[in-house]
Structure formats: C-alpha cells, structure tokens
C-alpha cells in the first residue's frame, strides 16, 4: 500500500486541495490519499466555529467521485487538540505501511513548531507541495540539527531510515477556504470552488452564511 495522508481543517475543503492531491497522487503513484480533518488544530484558529462533523460532511461530499480518495474521522472524533504524528501513527496501525504525509511548503516551514517534531521523521515520508506564498527555504533553516540525519537525492532529501522529503510542485489556484466563508457571508455564489455535492450542502445547510 502506498498510502497518502492529507490532514488540515478543511474549512471548506475546495477545488485547489482537491486538484493537488490528485497531481500529487498521479506522481507519487499513489494508492490512495486519506483526507484528515482535524478537529482543534494547534495551530490556527477555526474560523466560523464550523463544527467537525460539518466539515467532515463537506470533505465527503467532495472525494465520493474519486475511487483514490477517502476521509477519516480520526482526529474529528479524538478529544483534544489535533497532533500530526498521532494521525500518523494511527494510519501506520491500520494499514501496516509508512505512509507519504502532504503538506504545502507554508506548513513545512514551520514543521520545527509541531508537537514531536524530531520523530515526525521516523514514521513517514513528507511530500512538500509548492505555493506561491511561501519560499523555499534551506532545510537547516527549516529541521535545524535534525537536518544532519538527511542525504540529498534527486527529488529531495532521505534520511537514514529511508523516509523521504520530497518537493512537488502543484498547480496553483488562486482560491482559499478564507475566501469561500467569505463569498457566503456575503451572499454571493461559491460555485466551481467547491465539489459539486459539496456546493450543495453548503448553500442548503447555510454553514457558512
């Protein structure tokens, strides 16, 4: 099994995180990407107050169309904050594999903050997706010390154990989650940003008006 893990809080999921998971999927030859919504992030805020379910409602709606694609309800349905590696360790139980972590490069420059961050490292590969907005930076800026345990290759980085870091760039959509809340505070239509049945729990459930 080659297992993708996609985590974040999906406040909605749209069009752009959709499309790059699809390109990164086709790369990495993927047999599957697990869409993890969390349910309190450490790390930012939920705006809106968008309660987990709803979110993990809308996330379904989204993938039903594609067969590589699926949603878990782990970190909606654990109490307390959401921690990465905790996922990690659950999708490493229950599919007996060291799965491929997705991340945009934006999250992957502050990857030191994250809780057990050293051993992130032991447990997955981390595919870092380009964004407009965030730079690369030299992965000792970004690890530290815990950057001398990793070798170059020729898509990235590896270290002793075998587990990877690799750079993918994706195509960028000029669209956001901030942007969609946005558009239905106002009223105004969030079709083509969102998938089709998703669209339509949204607007009938007026989550985010």
């Not at 782990?74 to 659950?90: A, N």
């Not at 490493?92 to 050293?118: K, Q, V």
């Not at 001398?148 to 075998?162: K, Q």
């Not at 901030?178 to 998938?195: E, F, H, N, P, T």
């Amino acid at each position: 099994m080659r297992l993708g893990i996609f985590g974040g809080t999906f406040n909605p999921v749209h069009i752009g995180h959709l499309r790059a998971c699809e390109e990164v999927r086709e790369l990495l030859d993927l047999d599957r990407v697990v869409f993890v919504p969390s349910c309190l992030p450490p790390h930012k805020d939920l705006d809106g107050g968008v309660e987990g379910a709803q979110r993990l409602e809308i996330v379904r709606l989204s993938l039903k169309d594609n067969p590589h694609f699926e949603v878990s309800s782990f970190e909606v349905e654990r109490p307390g904050s959401s921690y990465s590696i905790h996922t990690i360790e659950h999708m490493r139980r229950m599919y007996g594999c060291t799965p491929h972590f997705i991340l945009g490069r934006d999250a992957f420059n502050e990857i030191s903050t994250w809780y057990e961050a050293p051993r992130l490292f032991d447990l997955a590969h981390f595919v870092v997706m380009s964004r407009p907005d965030a730079p690369g930076r030299p992965l000792e800026d970004v690890l530290g010390s815990s950057a001398a345990r990793f070798r170059r290759t020729g898509r990235g980085f590896a270290n002793e154990l075998g587990n990877e870091i690799v750079f993918v760039d994706v195509t960028a959509y000029a669209v956001s989650s901030s942007q969609i809340r946005d558009l239905c505070r106002q009223g105004k239509s969030i079709r083509y940003l969102v998938a089709g049945d998703a669209h339509a729990y949204i607007t009938r459930e007026r989550i985010y008006s």
